[in-house]
């Protein structure tokens, strides 16, 4: 289904935004991809600058321009939704282009070109982090890491074949030179003035000495059209927090930006919060949070991860931001994102009475009252569909039964006490 009104140039029933002007780059693996979803591809050590048309991603964009889905599942995780009638990220993405600044420019010349330059990137520097999320891994987080080195080695990471996944930790030898590469490339025919969508993703931001190097760039490149946009775990004490809050509040005052946008990360409110988000002070994330909504001149969101182990305290978390949002503007509502766990923890591995009255609830908390709510919404039932006719699969919840058991071996905390929903299933 493709609306004929919509601005992304490409109307053809699989083509999606995402494909052609975003993509993320991860410095520690020195790879990329063009959508959170889709397959990590090494970037050319000789040759950074091609990281956004690499042959795999044009031949996506080919496939899409044909009606077709990208080869080797890369999309599946929209497939999955659109094929029983629901309302994927893809499907959203195209509702959000309301902007033509936001469409790669060689698209206005030949709207079938598949070479083209990026108008969002998304980019995570080291994996220095001070959390170690049960859904996470090495690759994102240093603290996985210092757990396996001290603890040994985990099944769950040896035995998964996903070379540049979360489940890895990398040594990328061009590190450095890629990183100045980077810089250069946006500096290279003014592409940071193209550009509408910067994001700063894990590692810990707050924690990365990259954060001043990139805010130091913008403070360099000033572009009026430019979001900044952050992804955080919000832990950090008052200190370091309120160091932060001035500086992005100079840069935003000085205009040398559009704005900035800061996503705190929160699947729920409550003890298996906690354990899911393994070193959360959830007090502290809320005081921090509470910082961001008094601040002027930044945006401020949340994005969820619906994962399993967190899917029964979500309900909570939406009452939480409707008291939030009770006195803001209607153009200063917290955004609320949601990205489903697709690796061990996912809804879909258990039969769908399990979560069928948590997920009932949450469709009734996505209160609409602008168009970042609606496609919120449209996508909570479209992702509510897509479970509809789950069944357990006994396998995957006894190898997940294992892995936590495992992790409490080593963090000292009790998966049965935690989750009791889980122990007869
Ligand atoms: S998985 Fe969905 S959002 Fe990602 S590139 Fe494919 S169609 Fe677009």
Request: aromatic content about 14%; overall charge positive; proline content about 4%.
């Amino acid at each position: 289904m493709t609306d004929k009104k919509q601005l992304f140039p490409i109307k053809t029933n699989t083509a999606c935004a995402w494909k052609w002007g975003y993509s993320s780059v991860y410095f520690s693996s020195g790879t990329t991809s063009s959508c959170t979803y889709a397959k990590k591809l090494k970037i050319p050590e000789n040759n950074f600058s091609s990281f956004h048309n690499l042959p795999e991603k044009m031949d996506d964009r080919q496939q899409m321009l044909k009606g077709l889905w990208p080869k080797n599942n890369s999309c599946n995780y929209c497939k999955r939704i659109e094929d029983v009638g629901g309302f994927s990220e893809r499907m959203s993405q195209l509702t959000r282009q309301n902007d033509m600044n936001v469409i790669s420019p060689e698209l206005f010349v030949d709207a079938s070109a598949v070479e083209v330059t990026p108008t969002f990137l998304e980019v995570y520097f080291s994996n220095t982090c001070n959390m170690s999320c049960v859904y996470c891994g090495p690759h994102y987080s240093s603290k996985w890491e210092e757990e396996l080195k001290l603890y040994g080695p985990m099944e769950r990471f040896e035995k998964i074949d996903d070379q540049y996944g979360t489940q890895r930790s990398h040594e990328n030898k061009f590190y450095d030179h890629q990183k100045e590469q980077f810089w250069k490339y946006l500096e290279e025919n003014n592409r940071f003035k193209i550009l509408r969508w910067f994001s700063l993703a894990g590692g810990e931001p707050l924690v990365i000495p990259e954060l001043e190097e990139c805010l130091d760039f913008w403070d360099d490149h000033p572009n009026e059209n430019l979001t900044f946009q952050m992804n955080t775990n919000l832990k950090a004490n008052d200190y370091r927090f309120d160091k932060f809050l001035c500086r992005i509040e100079k840069l935003t005052k000085q205009k040398k930006i559009y704005q900035f946008k800061v996503i705190g990360s929160l699947d729920g409110i409550g003890p298996q919060q906690e354990y899911a988000r393994y070193g959360l002070d959830i007090k502290q994330w809320i005081r921090n949070f509470e910082k961001l909504l008094k601040t002027q001149n930044i945006s401020v969101g949340i994005n969820s991860a619906i994962s399993a182990l967190t899917l029964h305290e979500f309900p909570f978390l939406l009452e939480k931001i409707i008291e939030w949002n009770k006195d803001r503007r209607i153009i200063d509502r917290i955004v609320h994102s949601f990205s489903p766990d697709t690796s061990l923890t996912p809804v879909y591995i258990f039969n769908a009475d399990v979560f069928k009255d948590t997920i009932d609830r949450c469709k009734k908390l996505f209160i609409v009252k602008n168009r970042a709510d609606d496609s919120s919404k449209k996508r909570w039932e479209g992702f509510a569909l897509s479970v509809n006719n789950s069944t357990n699969d006994i396998k995957k919840i006894n190898e997940l039964k294992k892995y936590l058991s495992e992790l409490d071996k080593r963090r000292n905390t009790d998966w049965k006490k935690t989750f009791p929903w889980l122990v007869n299933l």
